[in-house]
């Protein structure tokens, strides 16, 4: 189990023989391996950790107050415009929303759950949807107010 024992044997919960943690570049630093296939709408695992009160790195927002501090599993998930998998922060499960094949990082949108990220940055996922600049979902791409000042009041 990625997990320690003191977060208890939910069945659910991400075992070694199914997911790595790995460093895949100096871009993107740690992702999740997933060492088997799954099949779109299937459940990949439970997440766990620590509810914390702040932003963290490796933190996913729960609710308005609270975030999962999880240094283990899910707080490693790499970003995508267009994801592989969705967290349900309620009931703390992960499903595909594509099949996803063995050997293949999971990916999730961080707009999905954050309202705002612990920080921004250049998004290098290359999908076709890539919105280029990553924020939570509340949050305003830097260069907006400046690109729309650029357009003028009567750009639509």
Not at 7 to 24: C, S
Not at 109 to 136: H, N, P
């Amino acid at each position: 189990m990625l997990y320690p024992a003191s977060f208890g044997d939910n069945p659910l919960y991400p075992k070694d023989t199914d997911f790595r943690v790995i460093r895949k570049d100096d871009t993107n630093g740690f992702g999740v391996i997933s060492l088997r296939s799954f099949k779109r709408g299937e459940i990949v695992a439970a997440m766990a950790g620590e509810v914390v009160t702040d932003i963290r790195q490796h933190t996913l927002q729960i609710d308005d107050e609270s975030h999962l501090h999880d240094t283990h599993f899910s707080g490693y998930f790499l970003h995508s415009c267009s994801p592989n998998i969705s967290l349900d922060m309620r009931n703390m499960l992960i499903t595909a929303v594509e099949d996803i094949p063995a050997n293949s990082y999971l990916y999730m949108d961080y707009a999905e759950t954050e309202q705002v990220l612990f920080k921004q940055f250049a998004c290098a996922c290359e999908s076709e949807s890539c919105r280029g600049w990553i924020t939570g979902n509340q949050e305003i791409h830097p260069g907006f107010v400046q690109e729309a000042m650029m357009r003028g009041p009567d750009a639509a």
